[in-house]
């Protein structure tokens, strides 16, 4: 059997562990399993209590590993993009294949030259991007595959994390029985999944990725990344303002205020959305009740967004993309875009089985690892691939002792009944 193209892309945000196993095929990618699992031993980006996220992290796997009938030995993970640093280079290469004509091995060249660069001690490397490829003057975003040339100069960008966070989080997986296939930031990842890097020749693209602890806003322009800021402050507070007035736990008070409330709406209804009870008294609440609550946080997050981002809204033409758990709140982008008065859009993956956006940097996790090995020509599967075709290798049906009863309409009927019920 032809090796699998199955990857399982892993992310830790900031309240759970997040897990999608997908496949390649026939240029095609396809979903085979989507596990979130709730994780409280971050805060803030930081890994508080690691035996917690450990065993998130083991459960999530062992229950996509369950499904799939093979173990997950190897994961894509993303890297939050906290204290983010960018170092951008050109590199030359000598074209040195006999023909004189640009291959892949030219551009790995000066991949892998790129990567010997010194960093700062507290900063580890997250991502090698190539912007730009010139050859004979001419240049261009694909490598120049076939074009006669003596040298080729690349335009690379390296993109940095910090470190200590960086080993914090690789340390998590491996030491719930799995390793790392590759990292990537979850800004950059999402940027490769949503097609945003393509967006930004002539204007700029602001990265918003929306979670109940943090707010990530990233600057995309020219086809690169530029740059990553955190704002301490999620939907999370939204929720907990909603739950602290009516009482309500947190994960119901979540699902209410993303699917529940039209922040963009100026009439609400009073009709009941949800009705609970506590010590046999009856509670309802509204659409209306809803938005009031929780509109005054809303409302203090947007203008520290606006703070944060006028600057950048000044200087040219932007866009600015709303994803993450957060964007799955209806109207968020509407009194957004009211505010700022710029286009806002929210990005909701198409991908079958992992239509939200707190999926996207799981997605683009798969993108960025393939356009990683076009160039270094490595690629791997995250499973276990023998016991992956066990599990899936056909069993033939079992035979009726009676040939002669199993030759009649009536007894094929029997075996194929009673064989699928089996």
Known sequence: MLEKQIYAALEIADHEIRLVLGEFFNTR????????????????????????????IRRTLANASTRLGARIERVLLSIPSKNVHRVSMKVTVPVESIDRKVTVLDARKALRKA????????????????IRY??????????????????????????????????DIVSCVEEAGCSVMDVSLDTYAIAKEACLLEQT??????????????????????GRLISSELLEEGFGNWVKALSNRMRLPMDIASRLCKYNGRLNEKKLSDTPIYIWSRNQVTYTLSEKELCEEIRPSVERWIGAIQKACEPILQSRATTIVLTGEG????GLAEVLKETLGCEIRRYIPETLGARTPALTCCLGLF????????????????????????????????????????????????????????
């Open 29 to 56: 990618f396809n979903v085979l399993k989507v596990e979130r699992v709730v994780c409280s031993g971050i805060e803030n980006l930081e890994i508080r209590n690691k035996e917690l996220v450990i065993g998130a």
């Open 327 to 330: 964007a799955e709140m209806q």
């Open 115 to 130: 990567m010997g660069t010194q960093l700062d001690p507290s900063l580890a490397l997250i991502n090698v991007v190539c």
């Open 201 to 222: 020749v002539d204007q700029n693209v602001i990265l918003l990725k929306l979670e109940p602890q943090m707010t990530t806003l990233t600057l995309l322009y020219g």
């Open 367 to 422: 993108y960025a690892y393939k356009d990683q090995c076009e160039i270094l020509g490595s690629s791997d599967s995250s499973i276990n691939i023998s016991e992956f075709e066990k599990s899936i290798e056909y069993k033939p049906a079992k035979s009726t002792k009676d040939h002669s009863e199993e030759n009649t309409i009536t007894g094929k009927l029997r075996s194929i009944l009673f064989d699928s019920k089996e």
């Open 134 to 167: 010139t050859c004979n003057g001419i240049t261009t975003r694909r490598i120049p595959i076939g074009e006669i040339c003596d040298q080729l100069t690349v335009q690379i960008d390296l993109l940095c994390a910090e470190k200590k966070l960086t080993f």
